[in-house]
């Protein structure tokens, strides 16, 4: 960045012609003076009628004929142009900024970039360093009409944002700097000629103390106006980067490929190239033919197993009776695609039933292949061919340079190199460089400016370098550029925000706020449980009994709203990255660490604010009562971790020593509070039974999902790669979250039934579920998924006593066929799509995690406006409008989706890096158990429980050999074919040995590593024995398991038999729910089974692992 003190030396060494001696005494007094000038920006001077008049006024033409887009006319003027906006920011059509921004008054000059600098370089002008820019109402309107929807709500979201110092100027409503079009001039020079005029205006408001630099790539302007007005300078943008920004490299860089890459595509223009893809249709003709029915809208997916062949478009708002069409369209190949890319929004038209073609079905080993293999598809679907792109969803790509040996094979011109990108799905890009030889062995980013119907591959630019390939902070990069998530550290003027605290002076409860809260510091038995290491404790929990023998349930949430202000810098921030971003060795947090592990922080021991539900509960039903939500001043007791939490309800003593908070007390405190606290964990796990046990009657989903726990040793080499184990306790936790939750969607949507943040998950597409179906009938299940009731009671039958990994893939198979629960704003959805399907509830939101999810402090805000409606304060102020929460809803999802991307491929990348470092061929860690989940035309899909590692084993190889395998020995390539069935697979060599692999199946298999210089390694399975795998150490733990198996069904008859005598005897019957959720004081039929379950898993468990 140029400091003020540099200005001096750097305006005798700035040539730009017409700079005269005046100017640069002018711009040194002024960086040695100091003297700044702080601009408002008041309310709009014209509110959205007089907007919405004039821009529908606007193009209309004169008497005289004139019907020039960005025109007024006269009579316009007059009526419109205002003389009250002296500096007046503010919004055109949709432009509409927050009040009061200010541009900085730490800046030297000001920036008005004209049109064409906007256009070309907005990416540019996006950088923090470049401050108090002033984009011009005319400038703004040009990126609209000339660069499209998604460049111009780039240049909305940048003036919106308080972080970047820019505004907007409204310089064709004011009187003085509107200029009217002269007759027979160009609009590029009439744009030119007000944005100057306007400059000139800024600079004389400003009572020329402050110098305005418009920046231009126009050399005509250049002359024209450089030496017009004192104080006012016109120069090129290179120019202004040359002797403002000389150190900020990044920008130099950018603004080079730029450049470079325009003049590759003027250069191209001027050639006459064939056609290589068809023209896209005009955007009236796709419009017309989506409403007449001809052509069909939705989001292309590219098949990244198949990229060069297969991409996916799925329809939106498919009605009922196109029953032919309810399921995705197929596009098969490149020239069908048309140049759309992964994630467009695209316009596709229906090939003739003939031309229909099959999903692969074969498993495919290189992912860039361009021909299917032979008989390796599926039945025909629906198959189309684009036709035009309404949206293009284009975005930062990670790629990398090709090898020397690659590039000499490209082509003579070295500047124009063909990157290939790190996500499979996306086509190589052609950019220019004279970098390629040097970053080879790099990772970067690139941006696609275009896509020429005569060029087989888009162009783009060079935008910036990551890392080197290979190097984990170089990929743990390219995860988060692929995934357009922002790390950069929290800024000055957001940590600006921050309450005061540091060990000497810790921040304190203030009086006030004490007086305004409920306080259950001395009242209640307030205990958090996280998982280990957590520092960001988002809530707590809390049960007691009642004076009149009820009991209370609380969920204490933390209060992050009161120290993030609606529209604070920390609050766009928090908006803009909208979820702590977790990936499996660190993570990204949405709040700064005073807050998210400190301040906000529901830690024991430390006074909190908290945001609480509290539940009066009848004491033997569980009934609710009544409810109270309301801000509270807590102090909790413990900091539990989950296992701890689980040991204290199973009665393990032995980690009583774990709990940090007793080890200070005698031995007398210290029992009575740990039955204190053992009794709240009990009734707290017996109010969750209780609850789910309602949940399930109403068709709760109990999915099972594959998560892994990266260890790391003391130097971060990868120790271990651990799958998480289920706990009881987990669920415990999860119930009481899910009830706050639940309650409080009810009581915002009640409070605020057209603005409210809900979050739905709809209904599953039926054919989704083909596979589970396919899957359980092999094993003799049948599945109903006619309703979530249906399927949660058919995946309970669904279980295998002798191999419990089957059920756990089956309901791993549900999670994979579900939608994707999304946010929403209620006054965009009806009521009847409100409902949560996996959850059974009607109403459902996120309020009880607001320091990593930002839908959760916008709940948070309409809570707090729900129950405080009446009192003063700005609670209104914090209600967003329908319109603004749906965009914002948009973008919340779509971060989450984002996030889950980044975490998953996190994961990926360490279980490779933790492979890749051991021998394959030697190190039993590398072999292990798999169970077959998919049968292929080729091979199988094989999910590994040790590892949470899901992969494909190939049975027949690129020369055609097949596996064989004789009995549990190791296995051989031989010549021969492969058969395929509905369940199983059969590979048959010419000399007539054979072997069938079956769903289920436990077999041992080899786990490798896929280098790939381009793209992200990957885990690849080798089958190795027709068998499960097991050590000398594991057979007695199999066999032993195969006793317990007979064991608990033997148990299971005599406790029924028993429990059925126990009823006949007993007065009082004991009612469903109590047999089935153990609400018994003593063990029940229940306990019993679910305690010898839990030990057999277990002894699964490490078998495998072992």
């Not at 103390?209 to 002359?223: F, G, H, K, L, Y």
């Not at 089958?1023 to 150490?1033: M, V």
Request: charged share 25%.
């Amino acid at each position: 960045m140029c400091s003020e003190g540099d200005h001096a030396n750097f305006w005798t060494h700035f040539k730009v012609p017409g700079l005269q001696v005046e100017a640069r005494t002018q711009l040194e007094e002024r960086a040695h003076t100091g003297r700044h000038t702080q601009l408002a920006v008041p309310k709009a001077a014209l509110h959205g009628e007089t907007l919405a008049r004039a821009d529908a006024t606007r193009g209309s033409g004169d008497a005289n004929g004139e019907k020039r887009r960005g025109k007024f006319t006269s009579s316009l003027a007059s009526s419109t142009v205002q003389s009250i906006c002296p500096c007046a920011v503010t919004s055109t059509a949709s432009l509409l900024l927050s009040d009061g921004k200010l541009l900085s008054d730490d800046v030297t000059h000001y920036v008005v970039p004209d049109c064409k600098v906007v256009q070309d370089y907005l990416e540019i002008l996006e950088f923090p360093e470049l401050k108090g820019i002033i984009f011009m109402q005319t400038a703004c309107q040009a990126v609209q009409h000339q660069k499209g929807r998604r460049q111009y709500n780039k240049l909305r979201n940048l003036l919106k944002d308080p972080r970047h110092d820019c505004t907007v100027f409204a310089n064709e409503f004011h009187q003085r700097c509107y200029l009217p079009r002269e007759k027979g001039e160009s609009m590029e020079k009439w744009q030119t000629r007000n944005i100057y005029n306007a400059a000139a205006w800024y600079h004389n408001h400003c009572l020329g103390q402050m110098p305005v630099v418009m920046v231009t790539e126009d050399e005509d302007a250049i002359r024209q106006y450089g030496n017009e007005t004192e104080g006012v300078f016109v120069i090129s943008f290179k120019n202004y980067l040359d002797n403002f920004w000389p150190d900020l490299k990044a920008a130099h860089e950018l603004f080079g490929s730029i450049v470079q890459a325009r003049r590759e595509r003027e250069s191209e223009s001027q050639e006459n190239h064939g056609k290589e893809y068809p023209e896209h249709l005009p955007v009236e003709v796709l419009e017309a033919g989506i409403k007449s029915g001809r052509y069909l809208q939705g989001a292309l997916n590219v098949n990244k197993h198949r990229a060069q062949l297969e991409a996916f478009v799925r329809l939106q708002g498919i009605g009922s009776k196109d029953t032919e069409l309810q399921s995705d369209i197929l596009i098969y190949g490149a020239k069908a695609r048309n140049r759309a890319i992964h994630g467009d929004v695209v316009v596709v038209e229906l090939l003739p039933v003939h031309e229909w073609k099959g999903r692969t079905v074969a498993l495919c080993e290189n992912e860039t292949e361009e021909k299917a293999p032979a008989d390796t598809t599926g039945d025909p679907m629906p198959t189309g061919k684009v036709v035009g792109i309404i949206q293009k969803n284009w975005r930062d790509y990670v790629v990398t340079f090709p090898s020397k040996e690659e590039s000499q094979s490209q082509g003579r011109n070295a500047q124009k190199v063909l990157v290939t990108p790190w996500d499979y799905r996306i086509p190589k890009i052609r950019i220019s460089t004279q970098q390629a030889e040097a970053l080879q062995e790099h990772r970067v980013v690139v941006r696609i400016d275009s896509w020429e119907s005569t060029s087989l591959y888009p162009n783009g630019h060079f935008v910036r370098v990551l890392g080197r390939i290979g190097d984990l902070e170089g990929e743990i990069a390219a995860i988060l550029v692929e995934n357009s998530i922002c790390a950069a550290p929290f800024s000055e003027i957001q940590m600006s925000e921050m309450p005061a605290s540091s060990p000497k002076n810790p921040w304190k409860v203030s009086p006030e706020e004490e007086k305004k809260r409920l306080d259950l510091r001395d009242t209640h038995l307030i205990f958090s449980i996280d998982p280990k290491g957590c520092e960001d404790v988002d809530d707590a929990l809390s049960v007691r009994t009642l004076p009149n023998g009820n009991l209370e349930l609380g969920v204490h949430i933390a209060d992050v709203t009161h120290f993030v202000a609606a529209n604070s810098y920390t609050d766009v921030e928090a908006r803009a990255r909208a979820t702590t971003y977790y990936l499996a060795d660190r993570r990204y947090d949405m709040l700064p660490s005073v807050l998210s592990a400190d301040l906000c922080s529901l830690l024991s021991g430390v006074d909190r604010y908290a945001v609480s539900v509290l539940w009066e509960l009848e004491k033997e039903s569980y009934e609710m009562l009544r409810v109270q939500y309301t801000r509270t001043l807590i102090r909790s007791a413990y900091k539990l971790e989950y296992e701890t939490a689980q040991g204290l309800l199973d009665g393990d003593t032995s980690v009583v020593g774990d709990i940090l908070e007793l080890k200070s007390l005698d031995e007398g405190t210290r029992q009575k509070k740990l039955a204190e606290l053992v009794w709240a964990i009990s009734k707290l796990t017996d109010i969750a039974r209780h609850v789910r046990a309602e949940r399930d009657r109403c068709g709760a989903l109990e999915l099972e999902g594959i998560e892994i726990r990266v260890q790391l040793d003391d130097k971060r080499n990868i120790h271990d790669l651990i799958p998480k184990q289920p706990l009881e306790v987990h669920e415990t936790v999860a119930e009481c979250m899910i009830l706050a939750n639940h309650w409080v969607a009810k009581r915002i949507a009640e409070a605020f039934p057209h603005q409210a943040l809900l979050r739905q998950h709809p209904p599953p597409r039926q054919e989704f579920f083909t596979e589970l179906q396919d899957c359980a009938s092999a094993k003799g299940f049948s599945i109903d998924t006619r309703s979530n009731k249906a399927l949660a009671e058919s995946l309970d039958r669904a279980n295998d006593p002798s191999d419990p990994i089957v059920n756990k893939l089956l309901r791993s198979m549900a999670t994979h066929a579900m939608s994707n629960a999304l946010y929403f704003s209620t006054g965009s959805c009806p009521e009847e799509q409100f409902h949560h399907y996996g959850l059974a509830l009607e109403k459902y939101t996120h309020f009880t995690s607001p320091i990593r999810r930002y839908a959760d402090i916008v709940v948070h805000r309409l809570l707090l406006a729900a129950t405080l409606r009446g009192s003063t304060g700005d609670v209104k102020d914090n209600i967003i409008s329908n319109k603004d929460l749906e965009e914002l809803c948009r973008h919340i999802n779509n971060r989450n989706r984002a996030a889950q991307r980044a975490q998953k491929q996190s994961t990926e990348l360490f279980q490779c890096m933790y492979f890749r470092d051991r021998s394959a061929e030697s190190d039993e860690r590398c072999v292990a158990d798999g169970v077959i989940y998919s049968i292929r035309t080729n091979g199988v899909l094989v999910f590994v429980p040790r590892y949470g590692i899901k992969g494909a084993a190939y049975m027949k190889n690129k020369e055609g050999l097949v596996i064989s395998c004789q009995g549990a020995g190791s296995c051989q390539w031989k010549p021969g074919s492969l058969h395929r069935s509905q369940h199983k697979i059969t590979s048959t060599t010419t000399t007539g040995d054979s072997m069938t692999l079956s769903l289920f199946d436990h077999i041992t298999v080899r786990i490798l590593v896929q280098t790939s210089r381009c793209h992200a390694e990957t885990i690849k399975l080798e089958i190795i024995r027709n068998a499960p795998h097991r050590t000398a150490d594991t057979e007695a733990a199999h066999r032993s398991f195969q006793v317990k198996s007979d064991l608990v069904k033997e148990v299971s008859q005599s406790a029924e038999e028993a429990q059925r005598a126990q009823e006949r005897a007993r007065v009082e019957v004991m009612d469903e729910e109590s047999r089935e959720f153990c609400q018994t004081k003593g063990p029940s039929l229940y306990q019993l089974l679910e305690e010898i379950r839990e030990l057999a898993l277990l002894d699964v468990t490490e078998d495998i692992r072992t």
